[in-house]
């Protein structure tokens, strides 16, 4: 079966940057740079996303160019016989699986509130009942299944069509209106009161404030901010042609991506300062705290519905990529059409992601870790400090490693074509820097999570001295 094709460069560089942007862009980074000193943290992210996330994502790209495979079939193309590398192909299947489990849910929250902006509920009502939205909306088994089903029915429709015609088109314009969307709501923030202590905040870095806490938290942003090491960006990697090289495509992926999170924090901080939210409000910051601030705007149920709309479509954007890369799995995996592994991977998300929709509601009772924590978390766990590092990992040794794919063979594939190489300086860092910087975050992760009320087990070790 002839593989598809992605229709022209600009549609590869808005996928598979829709894929990078999403939640963790417009939604994590700004609360994670309120609660990390602003400026601070922002420049320390900058730092460790070209030097972290650069390299990892050229290597996924090279990965699906030169296999012309899935995530699940492309170790079986590249590896020597006899090696296991491809066991983790079928990882990366189990992790993008998990990770639309909760991912969906998310994206259900933010249509619903989109919907309720549109509809006039959000606005015109008291700061305290304004504050009580976001658990009401929780506590509905109603409203968190039935968005989070709006959310899967419409991306696996999308799917249905195709690449080009389907993923490729809806994307696109998808990207190009959300990034039209946030020009038009930044230059709406400039204009408030406390837009001028909000900026000074948000982009005057108070190098005092970095410290070993912050500079881990950036670490971990920014890699885990483009969804590397679960075969996101292999999928699209195996779309295209040998034109471009692909440092100088990633750098244009990257620089999208950071230019939508950046953006993001000039929306969101003018507002917190003008309308007396603290920035620090953490992750409830998108939901409760930017609801109070259209509540209190003039014009707020317009302002409101425009900033939903374009959460609304970066969470689409990446849920619709990382659909992708399971339908293309299944469908090397079961040699089915398009249209009948979109319905039955449509299906199978519906039921699958049906558990963390309830995990607020009629399942609240389970607590896998904290007291107040939650099936989502328990999801977010298995991904974000679990299967994307050590996919990252694998990734990373495979491109490496004589016992891989080695350095040799991917340089030639990064490099083929026009535009910015890998130099040859690069591999001492890429070979050892790198992937030890993985483990680096794999372990602070684990050591620094809370398993249960009050208990890390950073914490513990610490206890013994």
């Known amino acids: 079966m002839e593989r598809e094709r992605l229709g022209s460069r600009l549609g590869f560089i808005l996928l598979s940057a829709g894929c990078a942007i999403g939640v963790g862009n417009v939604w994590k980074f700004p609360w994670m740079a309120g609660e990390y000193g602003g400026g601070a943290f922002v420049l320390v992210y900058l730092f460790f996303l070209f030097l972290l996330g650069l390299p990892v994502m050229v ?4 990965l699906g160019r030169a296999s012309q495979a899935s995530p699940v079939r492309l170790y079986q193309k590249l590896q020597k016989p006899g090696q296991k590398w491809h066991f983790h192909g079928y990882g990366a299947l189990v992790a993008n699986v998990i990770l639309v489990m909760f991912y969906t849910s998310v994206a259900g929250w933010i249509l619903y509130y989109f919907i309720s902006f549109l509809k006039g509920d959000m606005t015109g009502i008291s700061n305290e009942a304004s504050a009580k939205l976001f658990d009401n909306m929780l506590n509905s088994p109603a409203i968190t299944v039935g968005f989070m089903a709006i959310v899967v029915v419409l991306g696996f429709l999308i799917l249905s069509f195709g690449v080009q015609k389907g993923v490729e088109r809806v994307t696109k314009y998808m990207m190009i209106v959300l990034l039209a969307l946030m020009m038009v709501l930044a230059v709406n923030s400039f204009t408030l009161e406390g837009a001028a202590e909000g900026l000074s905040f948000y982009l005057k870095p108070d190098l005092t404030k970095i410290n070993g806490e912050v500079i881990v938290g950036a670490m971990n942003q920014a890699f885990f901010t483009l969804s590397l090491g679960i075969g996101s960006m292999a999928i699209f990697g195996s779309y295209i042609g040998k034109e471009r090289s692909l440092m100088g495509e990633s750098i244009n992926i990257l620089v999208l991506d950071t230019f939508v999170a950046i953006t993001a924090g000039l929306i969101i901080f003018p507002a917190c300062f003008t309308f007396d939210v603290e920035p620090t409000a953490g992750p ?19 302002w409101g519905s425009l900033f939903f709309l374009f959460m609304f479509f970066a969470a689409m954007s990446t849920v619709i990529a990382v659909f992708e890369n399971i339908l293309a799995c299944v469908k090397e995996l079961t040699d089915w059409s398009r249209i009948k592994t979109s319905a039955i991977c449509g299906i199978s998300i519906l039921l699958l992601s049906t558990p963390c929709a309830l995990g607020f509601n009629l399942w609240s009772g389970f607590t896998p870790f904290t007291s107040k924590s939650s099936i989502l978390d328990l999801e977010d766990f298995l991904v974000t400090n679990c299967l994307l590092p050590l996919g990252a990992l694998c990734y990373v040794l495979f491109c490496v490693s004589k016992k891989g794919w080695g350095f040799d063979n991917f340089i030639a594939e990064a490099n083929t074509g026009k535009g910015l190489k890998v130099k040859g300086w690069m591999r001492p860092y890429m070979t050892y820097v790198l992937p030890t910087a993985i483990v680096f975050i794999f372990i602070i992760g684990i050591l620094n999570f809370e398993f249960t009320d009050n208990f890390t087990i950073l914490n513990w070790i610490k206890s013994l001295f």
């Open 59 to 62: 290597m996924e790209f090279s």
């Open 284 to 302: 409830k910051l998108l939901f409760v705290a930017m609801a109070k601030v259209f509540n209190n705007m003039s014009g707020g149920r317009i």
